[in-house]
């Protein structure tokens, strides 16, 4: 069974960047059903039980036809957020630290451009989807990426260490049709000690099994 990451803070925590309604629908809404719907996937799937979602989704094709769009929809969704709740706090590290500064500076000049390409990305993303910090799985090269829908970056070769969810369901109560509005508050949220938590799994290739 899997289950959505347990949030660290509450509801309201993170207001006035993300308002209260929002959060509660985001998080008790929209990523449940996604959980949801995965969890009923796999009761139906026998081939794929007891794999990760991860796996399952660098490798799509291997999954049976009968799961695998529900795979894809509600296994990317399940995963993005986790990743999104985990990475966003009401007292953020608000600069990355160590490897993953000195990478941060090498790939992109600063950690101040790396936010402009990721607004960048936002904006251009057309309609429903996400952008993304990812890294390389093979490399460790790290990369600014778009998925629509919630196609991960996993079906790309890439780990995502850090996402910005562009659905209007993230934002649109608050910020209606200011999606720059939200990404650029959004940013200042991002706890950059998480992302290295994850950047470091994923360049050491130990990130755990959901
Ligand atoms: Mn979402």
């Not at 160590?98 to 790939?107: D, F, P, R, V």
């Not at 990305?121 to 910090?133: D, E, H, T, V």
């Amino acid at each position: 069974m899997k289950k959505q990451i347990e949030l660290s803070y509450s509801f309201d925590a993170l207001e006035p960047v993300i308002d209260t309604l929002t959060m509660e629908t985001h998080y008790g809404k929209h990523h449940k059903a996604y959980t949801d719907n995965l969890n009923a996937t796999i009761d139906a799937t026998p081939e794929i039980q007891g794999k990760c979602v991860k796996s399952l989704l660098r490798n799509l094709e291997l999954v049976p036809e009968s799961a695998r769009a529900s795979i894809r929809n509600n296994g990317g969704g399940f995963l993005n957020h986790n990743l999104y709740f985990d990475t966003i706090s009401p007292n953020p590290v608000k600069t990355p630290s160590g490897e993953l500064a000195e990478k941060i500076n090498s790939t992109f000049g600063s950690l101040e451009e790396l936010k402009a390409k990721l607004i960048d990305a936002s904006l251009k993303q057309f309609g429903s989807g996400w952008a993304w910090l990812a890294v390389n799985e093979e490399t460790g090269e790290l990369k600014v990426l778009q998925t629509a829908n919630q196609d991960t970056t996993y079906a790309l070769g890439y780990a995502p260490i850090l996402g910005i969810d562009v659905w209007e369901h993230a934002y649109y109560l608050k910020y209606k049709n200011l999606r720059k509005s939200y990404v650029e508050a959004f940013l200042e949220i991002i706890d950059w000690e998480k992302v290295n938590k994850y950047y470091t799994k994923a360049i050491n290739k130990n990130d755990s099994c959901h």
